[in-house]
T-cell receptor, first 113, second 113 residues
Framework: ETGVTQSPTHLIKTRGQQVTLRCSSQSGHNTVSWYQQALGQGPQFIFQYYREEENGRGNFPPRFSGLQFPNYSSELNVNALELDDSALYLCASSLTGIDTEAFFGQGTRLTVV | GENVEQHPSTLSVQEGDSAVIKCTYSDSASNYFPWYKQELGKGPQLIID?????GEKKDQRIAVTLNKTAKHFSLHITETQPEDSAVYFCAAIFTGTASKLTFGTGTRLQVTL
């Protein structure tokens, strides 16, 4: 067990709706990264938060947004859901965020219908 | 741009044999290379990593080698067991991208009895 927990584990949403996914980082970790993993592919970086500030963003549109809270937990918000947003969303926590081990949660499986 | 190529995409070995998975990366300044194991329905699990100041690292039955000149690194699993069956991902952190992990496309390892 990595100590990184995500909720919910599964979610079904309708196209056009909004969704919020949550992540609790491992104790002592101050950096949270979010990844999208489509079926049969490797995880793709969405963005990273370090001490409540966005610290890097991948090639995802603005309707993907996030937050990090003072306790270093984090949220991923996706607006105007599209069918292609169906994927496993992974949260990874690490310490300091620079070239250190990243530990993943079990993911949230989002299905958009 | 940032790129990690991984081969093979599938690998089948008999129990007790060795398995080797290879990755190449594009940024010669990359200095951190982790390997993750992902079982069905779970998040990626960090199994071993290597930094650019070493050429080889071993942890029981698994080892990773790094050739910075050729920009490739490999995962070696010896004495494979059925529980080694999973999808394995290599990854790299590219310079100037904080701790964003760029993943390979994955190798599905099947260990048969």
């Amino acid at each position: 067990e990595t100590g990184v927990t995500q909720s919910p584990t599964h979610l079904i949403k309708t196209r056009g709706q909004q969704v919020t996914l949550r992540c609790s980082s491992q104790s002592g970790h101050n950096t949270v990264s979010w990844y999208q993993q489509a079926l049969g592919q490797g995880p793709q970086f969405i963005f990273q938060y370090y001490r409540e500030e966005e610290n890097g963003r991948g090639n995802f549109p603005p309707r993907f947004s996030g937050l990090q809270f003072p306790n270093y937990s984090s949220e991923l918000n996706v607006n105007a859901l599209e069918l292609d947003d169906s994927a496993l969303y992974l949260c990874a926590s690490s310490l300091t965020g620079i070239d250190t081990e990243a530990f993943f949660g079990q993911g949230t499986r989002l299905t958009v219908v | 741009g940032e790129n990690v190529e991984q081969h093979p995409s599938t690998l089948s070995v008999q129990e007790g044999d060795s398995a080797v998975i290879k990755c190449t990366y594009s940024d010669s300044a990359s200095n951190y290379f982790p390997w993750y194991k992902q079982e069905l329905g779970k998040g990626p699990q960090l199994i071993i990593d290597i930094r650019s100041n070493v050429g080889e690292k071993k942890d029981q039955r698994i080892a990773v080698t790094l050739n910075k000149t050729a920009k490739h690194f490999s995962l070696h699993i010896t004495e494979t067991q059925p529980e080694d069956s999973a999808v394995y991902f290599c990854a790299a952190i590219f310079t100037g991208t904080a701790s964003k992990l760029t993943f390979g496309t994955g190798t599905r390892l099947q260990v048969t009895l």
